[in-house]
């Protein structure tokens, strides 16, 4: 099944830009990746998030969006109290690169923390997102524009 892109080139390329980034800085001097890292950036990351996917669907089968300056502020303390905690930072450095790297992959728009639920839940769920969300809206902007200039 063929999805239609929600990103243009600029979403992407900043996507897989800061996924390496991510990546990078998650392994460190050691690579592959310190094996308690892994398995919170590839397994509980991914499985809290899927089970707020699946919390979210029991409650509503609209796609859940909490965008805007308080879904941002939200989204932006997970963030500094995964990376600050120095036992689940390497772990959140490779959940979130991973899953910059499959939003590219997949075309997706948002944040990079629902990708992983949307995709096994087939949902498009959405929560603010600092770095990608102003990309998204360039994106989109180019697109418009783009059309428009291709109109006859």
Not at 10 to 36: N, Q
Not at 50 to 74: D, E, N, Q, S
Request: glycine letters at 12%; proline letters at 7%.
């Amino acid at each position: 099944m063929k999805t239609r892109r929600e990103i243009g080139p600029v979403g992407t390329g900043a996507r897989v830009l800061v996924g390496l980034f991510a990546l990078y800085i998650a392994s460190g001097s050691t690579f592959p990746f310190e094996p308690d890292e892994a398995v919170i950036g590839l397994v509980a990351l991914p499985g809290l998030a899927v089970a707020l996917g699946l919390l979210a669907r029991r409650y509503t089968h609209r796609p859940i969006r909490f965008t805007g300056p308080l879904g941002i502020a939200l989204n932006l303390t997970v963030m500094v109290a995964l990376f600050a905690n120095p036992y689940t930072s390497g772990g959140a450095a490779i959940f979130y690169g991973t899953t910059m790297l499959i939003a590219a992959w997949r075309g997706q728009a948002g944040c990079e923390g629902t990708v992983i639920s949307n995709w096994i839940l087939g949902r498009n769920d959405q929560i603010g997102c600092p770095i990608f969300e102003p990309l998204d809206v360039l994106d989109a902007h180019l697109r418009r524009r783009a059309t428009i200039a291709d109109a006859p």
